[in-house]
């Protein structure tokens, strides 16, 4: 029997997946918080960025379906709530929808999915999946990329604001918002995981979750740039520069 | 209620499917049937591509598993004996590993799967799980794709023949049997699908679960392409060309 590493160093493990494999690593990253985007690879960014966040509260309910304690349970809800809103507060989905109206997207459009590229629904899909099919401990290793997003928030919200005249505190509060609630989440989420993976073995699947969540995230940026950034090659099906626009450009 | 369309006009329907989305449109098979691949991106499409072989008699036994119909089993078993092999037959999942071999590839290292671009397995994986979830029409349906592949097949083998020093009656043994192979199958499931599929609803299904099906396989050029053909974008994780080669390059 190998011993399970301590928990620092278990720690510091789960932290490197994310230098070495976090989607801010991705060139379609650089490009947009650099204002390098065009409108329509905007555009495209915040049509199938969304079908993720439509996807994270039925991930997060797949995961609940199977939590038999009831403390875990009232302790994972929020992110629900986070994302679906309550009567206080919209919801990230409401949030992101409203970026949409901000670039001009008709956010009926967006809510469709419609135009969505296959890449990014596999990939999202077999995240929902992956939380549904394994071990409560891998589904909550998989949720340790918000670890890594306040960096990338922080970045983007910059990026966004410095370089795009669309970028003001309204079309940004989804990622301001993030910046909120991520931390509590994954504060809750980390020290389960440090818990609970208590052999080298249940260490190396929390370490094997990690890493197939950041590829479901580097899939998705891959499967966007090479679509819509130069040379680009839209799909048959997928969304065309000009569909799905709030109102006729002039 | 709409009236079913004639079978004429849905077999039709079907194939106009094929016409405007089948994968023999991707740039990556022009690339690689005119000799324009480097060999390094000729392993890494067998690297992929086994992938997607090495997890279809996975489907068709996901498929099996839900029909209770023993003539209809009996009729798809082949399919599995087609890849897996019998005692008279090697099996495409073996002829594929010759193909591995012939370009110069360690067939362990090929049939690990290691390397594999996350974006092919997102892909497949729903194909799997498409099969395993819909109702049996649909997953019928969704294996109608082989309609268009002769043409490919037949494309492929005189492409790599005239193009490729590798290319050879062994290393291509995997396409000159799936032209034997396919059209069987794929008369009794377009012969199956035009007999079920007696409603309107039904035979949207049908076009729906094609039209995925193009997705999966368009997806997995996709990431292919973005991957490994210039400007190249190799993710964290996947193959690195070099790796996985059955002998020292001189």
């Keep these: 029997m190998r011993e399970p590493a301590s928990r620092a160093d278990f720690e510091a493990r789960l932290r490197r997946i994310g230098d070495e494999r ?11 918080h650099s204002g390098g985007c065009t409108m329509d690879q905007v555009q495209a960014w915040v049509i199938n960025r969304y ?27 929020s992110r629900i709530e986070d994302h679906d809103g309550t009567a206080e507060n919209e919801g990230g989905i409401s949030r992101w929808l409203r970026l949409a109206e901000a670039v001009n997207l008709d956010p009926e459009y967006v809510a469709s999915t419609r135009g ?3 890449g990014t629904r596999f990939a ?4 929902v999946r992956f939380v549904r099919d394994k071990t409560l401990l891998e589904a909550v290793a998989s949720s340790l990329t918000e670890l890594f997003a306040p960096k990338i928030h922080s ?3 910059a990026g966004l604001l410095a370089h795009y005249d669309f970028a003001d505190d309204n079309s940004t509060a989804y990622f301001q918002n993030r910046l909120k609630e991520a931390p509590k989440d994954v ?3 980390l020290a389960w995981v440090l818990d609970h993976a208590d052999t080298a073995e249940k260490q190396d699947a929390c370490a094997a979750a990690l890493t197939f969540k950041t590829d479901v995230l ?7 740039h090479s679509a819509y950034v130069a040379p680009a090659r839209i799909p048959p099906g997928a969304w065309q520069p000009g569909e799905g626009q709030l109102e006729k450009a002039a």
Tied chains: 1, 2.
């Design 22 to 32: 976090y989607h801010d690593k991705h060139p379609f990253h650089g490009l947009l």
């Design 51 to 77: 079908y993720y966040q439509s996807r994270i509260p039925m991930k997060d309910a797949a995961f609940m379906s199977r939590v038999e304690d009831p403390a875990l349970r009232r302790a994972w809800r």
């Design 116 to 118: 969505v590229l296959a």
């Design 124 to 127: 999202v899909d077999a995240y």
């Design 155 to 157: 970045e983007r919200i």
């Design 187 to 189: 504060a809750f989420g």
């Design 218 to 224: 580097w899939s998705q940026l891959d499967a966007l």
